[in-house]
């Protein structure tokens, strides 16, 4: 996903609010080092015994963002849920700028109350289609 907002300050906001470990099924996951060349605004939790979880702000606009797209309320935020290959991502659309975040499917949904609640607390709400 290519990322032309990531240097935003809404980003930097976002990025300094994510936490050094994420609770995932009861554990406390740390972040991971990216491997060369690390995009830009992104962060990754995982260890040996769980998937990554990758969390990306300032992302385009994604193509399945359509008026008509089903979105669903987490904490207070509105998010567009992508799935393939065993992996979904959640696209947060009603922020100055889009964040995703992408994880397995057996990761839970912790993740996205955890993010959803840093977004709340972190950056203002707007229309989806303004």
Do not use: N
């Not at 700028?97 to 993010?115: H, I, K, N, R």
């Amino acid at each position: 996903m290519p990322a032309g907002e990531a240097a935003a300050p809404e980003c930097a906001a976002v990025l300094a609010a994510l936490p050094q470990a994420l609770r995932i099924g009861g554990a406390d996951v740390p972040r991971r080092e990216i491997a060369d060349p690390v995009p830009p605004a992104t962060v990754v939790w995982g260890d040996a015994g769980h998937d990554p979880v990758t969390a990306r702000c300032g992302i385009d606009a994604p193509a399945e963002l359509t008026p008509t797209s089903k979105l669903v309320d987490i904490s207070g935020v509105s998010w567009l849920e992508i799935s393939e290959g065993g992996r979904t991502s959640w696209l947060a659309v009603d922020r100055p700028v889009y964040v995703a975040l992408t994880l397995s499917e057996d990761s839970g949904s912790g993740p996205v109350q955890d993010l959803s609640a840093i977004l709340r607390d972190t950056l203002p709400k707007q229309d989806v289609f303004p």
